[in-house]
Every structure is written in structure tokens, then in C-alpha cells.
């Protein structure tokens, strides 16, 4: 296949516009999941540091290169068959569909979900990767591609093709809710993105309204944004939270753990205070080595046993066959938790000699590659580098500095809280003991600790029907104030403090 050079777009970013990487959850950019690779036929050029520590040096000599980190030129290059493809997942549904359906999406960075629904219930639903992954795996990188009109285009009508793709499949429908994070909300809706590029940040616009994406599609009704990174995916939860058969009673601590991590402290029902701090796509199983999105196949948990780390995988009825699983977010958690009790991963996060038989057992299977520790975990390949651990401490970090900011901020202790609910990457699958362990949340709280699911989705059903819920989200703009933190002077400071498996307060 001969594809034309586009100014501007690195290499990963033009074979993904041509079809490759399809489904595959792409750290883009940032060298660190080694998906894109390919092989430079001639002419390879210069090895940046990350691909050092992704080849060998014969592979370096061979010509292996990581294609996101390089711009398009002229050059002949092999693509092998892309690792690690994320199956797009459809529950059976019969093929008798009832008439005015409606559509809640939840659009997130990394991940769409979405279900038809009928007065609230669903019918069928489904989930993938958002088609835009290969442009951007985090906000800001995605941010960056929209900044020109023509590629914020392109952004946009990936989703929205992939809409029309979903809906053709299925049925018609009267109306569409979509839930998002203002940059995936502002993207589809191709408004201006530079507010949300750059401070002061500002939105594009609210939400609470219906938007016309394509004239092939209903209207979309996105619900209000509460702050310039804490969207309509947040108000949808706290909807889901107050419209589900027990009201939930404040004080809660309501977190959507994603690429973006976004926070609600509810003091009552007249008085919010939100929150957002960037934590990466690593609990979304994006850019680590062996990352993969939480889905059929793909490892959610581990347990150690005499024989070595058994894994546990989430299964369906029918998986697509992948020839090398994945590691979800709340896998690396497990896997992390499991390292520290057993004291082969310190506190710090370094590697270390195990503290019991079966631990030094593990802890014997510590290697190196390419100069990089790396511990074997003894199953189909896979493997736990230290810049992966690195990565889960930065998530442990952030989550951290902002449980313990907004509590500071209300003047509460952990143990004041009614309930602390986790939605997004977190909120299926986890275990709260492995938050406890790796530091995420005190001891204290895990007892009023619960996973909710996906709560964007959740509450994007509701709002397909529910006037009054519309009615309740209208009015959470005016209910909330925003508490800053990435722009806060000591962010840095109280950021590294808490790069410890440990919750600091």
C-alpha cells in the first residue's frame, strides 16, 4: 500500500487514518506501549530513548522503530499484525426491536459505550474503543490534534460515523444522550477547543442542550458540564446516584476514575464541590506494556498461589481469539497490591526480594531488559516493566491528591464521609481491598467504599426519559463550585509527596 505523507502528522497517526491500528488501545505518542511499532525497510531513522528500551539492538539494526515517535517521510516500512486488538463487545438482542428507541452514550477518552434503551430500559448495549484512540490516548494530546478546524473534523466524524454504524446495525431512534468530558463533548460537537487547551481554561459551552452532529442523526442532548474538566460524564453520575432506587445521603465523595480524573464532594443536596486532575490512560489499560481496555479476554485480577501469579480473565459467551492478552487497569492494581503485601515491590514502587517463600519464588523471576528491571509474570509473556509501576504511582498520586484536597477543602476527615463511590475505569472489577493496599483510599474507608460501574452510561439511560432528571442536572452548574488543583502553586509539591504506596493525608 503506497500512502501519501501528511505535514504535521507523525507516522502511527497516518497509518492509523489509512486503517491500521484499528481497535488497538494506542498510548499515542508517548513511546510507551510499543503497539505501533514497525519496521524501517530503509533509511530507519536516529532510535529515540524509548524505542532503546522497547528493542533490542539487533532489533535496532533490523530497523524496529516506534512509528508514533517519528514524523511521516518518504520511507518503505513493514506493519506487522497489531497486538493486543480490543474486540468490540455487543450483548445477543433479539432482532424483533421495538420502535422509539433512544441512544445514551457515554463518549470517553479512551472508551464508547452505549446502549439502546426503551423508557429507561435497555435493550442492547455495547462497548469498544473510541474510534479517535490512535490521535491522542490522553485529553490534552487529543486537544492538540482538534486545535485545526479540518482535524478537529476528522476527530468528530470518526465518532459520529461510528454512531451511524451502530445505529444501522440495530434500529432507528428518536433521540440520542450523549455523556462525555467537555473535551470529547466540545470535539464531536466541533466547537472551538482552545479554552480547554490552555489556562485560564474556559468551556466552549455548557451542555445542557440538544446539538445536531450530523443530519443522519437524531439530535444529541449532552448534559450540563459542571466545570471546564468536569463534564457532562459527572453530571450523568451524580444522576445515576440520586435517580437509582435508594437515594444516595451526602456527605459522598463521587469519582470518575478515567484519563481524566473527575471528583464531586457533595455536602448536601444544595452544595457541591468539583474537581478534576489528569491521572493518564494507565488505569484504562493504555500505554502500559501490556495494557489492555477492561473487556472480554483481557486480565482483571491476580492471586498468588505456590505455583506463581494466577491470573483471572474476564470472560464472555464468545471471545474473538487474541493471541496475546492484556492487563486492564484494575489488573495492575491487583498485581501491584499482591507485589507489596508479599515485598517483592516496596513502598517506593522499586523491586524488591519477597518476604515470604512464595514471594522470593515471584521475586527470582525479576530480569532485566534492555536495561530496564522487568519481573516476569510467568504467564503467555506477560510482564510487569518498572515503568509500568511508575505509572499506576502517578495514578495513586493524583487520585490521592484530590480525595485528600476536597476533604481539606469541606474541612472533613476520610471518616466523615457516607460514601465514597468510584465510576469509570474503577468502577467495575476493582477490588477496594487493592485501593487500600496501593495507598488509593485509608484503611478506614473501605468499609464505605463501592464500586458503582459505569455511571456516565448509567445516568445517560435515565436521561433518555426522565424530564425531571433533565430538570436536576440543570441545576447542578449553579449548585457547585470548583475547587482548582493542577493550577494551584503547591500542586507539585503535594503531588511527589504522595508518590508513595501509601494514602497520605
Keep these: 500500500m503506497e500512502l501519501v505523507p501528511t505535514a504535521g502528522l507523525n507516522i502511527a497517526q497516518t497509518l492509523f487514518l489509512n486503517g491500521a491500528f484499528q481497535g488497538v488501545p494506542l498510548c499515542s505518542g508517548m513511546g510507551r506501549c510499543g503497539l505501533c511499532k514497525v519496521r524501517f525497510e530503509s533509511s530507519p531513522p536516529e532510535p529515540r530513548r524509548e524505542e532503546l528500551q522497547k528493542f533490542t539492538a539487533t532489533e535496532i539494526e533490523s530497523g524496529w522503530r516506534l512509528s508514533c515517535l517519528h514524523q511521516t517521510v518518504e520511507a518503505s516500512i513493514h506493519l506487522p499484525k497489531p497486538e493486543r486488538v480490543v474486540p468490540r463487545v455487543a450483548e445477543k438482542f433479539s432482532k424483533e426491536l421495538p420502535e422509539n428507541l433512544a441512544l445514551a452514550v457515554d463518549l470517553g477518552t479512551t ?125 450523568s453520575g451524580i444522576v445515576a446516584l440520586n435517580f437509582a432506587e435508594t437515594k444516595i445521603q451526602p456527605p459522598y465523595l463521587f469519582a470518575d476514575l478515567g484519563t481524566n480524573g473527575e471528583f464531586v464532594l457533595c455536602l448536601s443536596e444544595n452544595e457541591y464541590i468539583v474537581s478534576s486532575v489528569p491521572m493518564g490512560p494507565a488505569l484504562e489499560g493504555v500505554g502500559m506494556s501490556n495494557g489492555r481496555t477492561a473487556g472480554p479476554g483481557a486480565v482483571s485480577a491476580f492471586t498468588l498461589t505456590p505455583l506463581g501469579l494466577s491470573p483471572s480473565v474476564i470472560k464472555a459467551e464468545e471471545v474473538e481469539q487474541n493471541p496475546k492478552p492484556g492487563i486492564t487497569g484494575t489488573g495492575y492494581l491487583s498485581l501491584c497490591a499482591i507485589l507489596l503485601k508479599s515485598g517483592v515491590l516496596t513502598s517506593e514502587g522499586l523491586f524488591s526480594s519477597g518476604s515470604t517463600p512464595f514471594a522470593a519464588k515471584l521475586a527470582n523471576r525479576l530480569t532485566e531488559i534492555n536495561g530496564t528491571p522487568v519481573l516476569d509474570l510467568g504467564h503467555e509473556g506477560l510482564t510487569l516493566p518498572a515503568p509500568d509501576v511508575e505509572e499506576i504511582l502517578k495514578v495513586k498520586a493524583a487520585f490521592n491528591l484530590a480525595m485528600s484536597a476536597l476533604l481539606n477543602k469541606a474541612g472533613l476527615a476520610p471518616s466523615d464521609l457516607k460514601e465514597l463511590i468510584l465510576g469509570g475505569a474503577m468502577g467495575q472489577h476493582v477490588n477496594i481491598n487493592d485501593l487500600v493496599t496501593t495507598g488509593f483510599i485509608p484503611a478506614g474507608s473501605a468499609a464505605i467504599t463501592r464500586a ?54
Design 111 to 235: 472508551g464508547l459505550h452505549w446502549a439502546f434503551t426503551l423508557d429507561g430500559e435497555t435493550v442492547k448495549s455495547g462497548q469498544e474503543l473510541n474510534p479517535q484512540i490512535g490521535l491522542g490516548s490522553e485529553v490534552m494530546s487529543r486537544l492538540a490534534f482538534a486545535a485545526k478546524p479540518e482535524q478537529c473534523k476528522i476527530l468528530s466524524e470518526l465518532v459520529t460515523d461510528r454512531l451511524k454504524a451502530i445505529i444501522s446495525d440495530t434500529a432507528q431512534v428518536r433521540e440520542m444522550v450523549i455523556s462525555g468530558n467537555p473535551s470529547m463533548t466540545s470535539i464531536l460537537a466541533q466547537d472551538d477547543v482552545q479554552g480547554l487547551s490552555r489556562a485560564p481554561y474556559s468551556l466552549p459551552d455548557k451542555g445542557g442542550k440538544k446539538v445536531s452532529l450530523d443530519a443522519t442523526l437524531p439530535e444529541a442532548y449532552i448534559p450540563p458540564h459542571l466545570a471546564p474538566f468536569v463534564g457532562a460524564d459527572i453530571t
Design 452 to 505: 458503582a460501574g459505569n455511571t456516565s452510561l448509567e445516568g445517560a439511560k435515565i436521561l433518555t426519559h426522565n424530564q425531571e432528571a433533565r430538570e436536576f442536572a440543570a441545576k447542578l452548574p449553579g449548585l457547585s463550585r470548583v475547587l482548582e488543583l493542577a493550577g494551584s502553586d503547591d500542586f507539585g509539591t503535594k503531588y511527589l509527596e504522595r508518590m508513595i504506596f501509601k494514602y497520605v493525608y
